[in-house]
C-alpha cells in the first residue's frame, strides 16, 4: 500500500468512526450500528434495502438519527446520512409497493 492509498484508508476509517459515534449518540442498538456501518462505504452512501426486516432497522436508524439532528440542519455530516438514509427507504417503498401493492408496515 503507497502513502496515498494509506492516507485514503485512514481517512474512510475516520468517516466510517464518526458515523458510528453518530449512530451511538442517537441511542441506536450496538448490533444494528455493525451492520449499517459493516455495509457504508462512504459519508452519504447506505446499504441497498433487500428485505423488509432491513427496511424496518433502516426506518428505526432513520427515526433515531432525525431526532438527534437540530431542526432545519441539512448540511450537517449526520444530515447528508439522513438524506441518504431516507432515500434507501424510499427506493424499496416502490419496489415493495410494486411487488406488494401496498407500502411496507
Same mark, same amino acid.
Do not use: C
Given at each position: ?13 475516520? &468517516?466510517?468512526? =464518526? ?6 449518540? @442517537?441511542?441506536? %442498538? !450496538?448490533? /444494528? ?22 427496511? &424496518?432497522?433502516? =426506518? ?6 432525525? @431526532?438527534?439532528? %437540530? !431542526?432545519? /440542519? ?32
Amino acid at each position: 500500500m503507497d502513502r496515498e492509498d494509506a492516507q485514503h484508508a485512514k481517512m474512510l476509517e475516520d &468517516r466510517m468512526q =464518526a458515523i458510528r459515534e453518530d449512530f451511538i449518540r @442517537a441511542g441506536m %442498538p !450496538k448490533a /444494528d450500528i455493525d451492520w449499517l456501518v459493516s455495509n457504508m462505504w462512504t459519508q452519504a452512501h447506505t446499504p441497498t434495502i433487500q428485505t423488509l426486516e432491513q427496511y &424496518r432497522l433502516v =426506518a428505526k436508524t432513520y427515526t433515531a438519527l432525525d @431526532a438527534s439532528i %437540530p !431542526k432545519g /440542519d441539512t448540511r450537517s455530516p449526520e444530515a447528508v446520512r439522513l438524506a441518504a438514509i431516507g432515500g434507501s427507504m424510499i427506493e424499496f417503498e416502490g419496489r415493495y409497493k410494486e411487488e406488494h401493492g401496498k407500502l411496507p408496515s
